[in-house]
């Protein structure tokens, strides 16, 4: 049969910063073709196709509704294949090389990971699964 | 086919849908 896409309505103007992605306007409507873990997901809108954050859409029906899995408490063990530094308050700062736990996987793509005492949002596409090579 | 995605991390939600998580 036919493939039906799941239709998002973009919440805030975006423009494209890379060649694959593509500029969007409030309230466009899009359909999304591939959802990537890393945050980034491609979609069309008319005659363009492209990569839009997915924090900038929300789902067409119930847009209430949080579509995030639940948080897992105990964490999850993966390991940091590059450095990030921290750019705002939520966010944490690792180098390569570093196990830590993921305890929210976000649509977004900014993870929720804990290293010690310390938690914040990290890219999942810095993250690999720890035991696996980057 | 799909290209890849973008290689750098997508930007963080804007404002008004951090609000909105709060």
Request: negative net charge; charged residues 30%.
């Amino acid at each position: 049969g036919p493939i039906i896409l799941d239709t998002y309505r973009v919440i805030a103007d975006y423009s494209k910063t890379s060649k694959h992605e593509i500029t969007l306007r409030t309230d466009d409507l899009v359909e999304i073709v591939e959802k990537n873990q890393n945050g980034w997901w491609f979609c069309q809108c008319e005659n363009k196709r492209g990569w839009i954050p997915a924090s900038y859409l929300e789902p067409l029906d119930g847009p209430e509704e949080s579509e995030d899995a639940d948080p897992n408490y105990e964490g999850e063990l993966y390991t940091t294949c590059t450095a990030y530094k921290a750019e705002q308050d939520d966010e944490i700062s690792l180098e390569p090389g570093q196990t830590i736990e993921v305890i929210h996987k976000l649509l977004d793509g900014w993870w929720v990971v804990r290293k010690g005492d310390e938690t914040g949002h990290f890219p999942s596409m810095f993250l690999q699964k720890a035991g696996k090579e980057c | 086919s799909i290209k890849q995605p973008p290689q750098n991390p997508p930007p963080r939600p804007p404002a008004e849908m951090r609000r909105k998580r709060v």
